[in-house]
């Protein structure tokens, strides 16, 4: 199974806050107002879907997360689906928040999404719906292993090795993420996004994955009358044609 032509899988890796705190504890309360320098982008990753490579971005010896933004919104404008895990609460929300800071266009919201985090916990009861358990046990593996916040703290001391390294984390969280996505197509819905019409393949075709080759299976009945159902030969996947049948509930 294949994601359609441009199809764009994103991460980002984030610098934390600096500011001032009388001690550390999971629940101390930290003010806005104690914060002396807030978050900034370190680094994205983004994938094609049609190419093997996972481009990078990052802050570069500036620290300054201006240039990837302005070389990262055009390349929104580009997508027809958006791929990310948590995306809709946290990379799309990066990305729009240091948009309005830096003064630059911002994305556009139309283009479909497609959150692994929000598909796994609508769809599937598992022990964590985290991307590096849920990779390993659909056996894609896992999640690339690093000394933790450490690393973080180095890059932000302008060490360009653990920035090397950052980026290969990043690198591989956006490969694991369209892969996860592609594994557990069959078994979820894309709600309001219809991979058919996104290649061109149009409405007769598997919503889920874009194949053709589709069966009959059954009829779903509600109060308002019935409908088609259809199954794919190709995903297993089974859906419901919106369009209600001529033998309409009186």
Not at 35 to 47: D, F, L, M, N, Q
Request: net charge positive.
């Amino acid at each position: 199974m294949e994601l359609p032509r441009d199809t764009l899988t994103v991460d980002i890796e984030t610098s934390p806050c600096i500011g001032y705190f009388w001690r550390p504890g999971h629940k101390i309360s930290v003010p806005a107002e104690n914060v002396i320098e807030p978050s900034r982008i370190i680094c994205v990753g983004y994938k094609w879907s049609h190419e093997k490579q996972v481009r990078m971005l990052d802050w570069g010896d500036a620290q300054d997360d201006k240039p990837i933004l302005e070389e990262l919104n055009p390349v929104f404008d580009q997508a027809v689906l958006l791929v990310g895990q948590n995306h809709q609460r946290f990379d799309l929300r990066w990305i729009a928040a240091r948009n309005a800071y830096h003064n630059l266009p911002p994305i556009d919201l139309t283009t479909p999404t497609a959150d692994t985090l929000v598909l796994s916990r609508k769809h599937f009861e598992m022990p964590s719906h985290k991307l590096d358990f849920m990779a390993q046990y659909f056996g894609l593996g896992g999640k690339m292993e690093h000394e933790g916040f450490k690393l973080w703290t180095k890059v932000m001391a302008g060490d360009p090795h653990a920035l090397v390294k950052m980026k290969r984390y990043c690198r591989r969280d956006v490969a694991l993420t369209e892969q996860y996505l592609i594994r557990i197509l069959p078994y979820v819905s894309l709600m309001k996004t219809s991979i058919s019409m996104l290649t061109g393949a149009g409405r007769e075709a598997c919503p889920q994955c874009g194949a053709k080759h589709v069966i009959k299976h059954g009829k779903f009945v509600s109060r308002a009358g019935s409908y088609q159902k259809w199954q794919c030969k190709e995903c297993a996947h089974v859906w419901k044609d919106n369009r209600m049948l001529k033998d309409k509930l009186q």
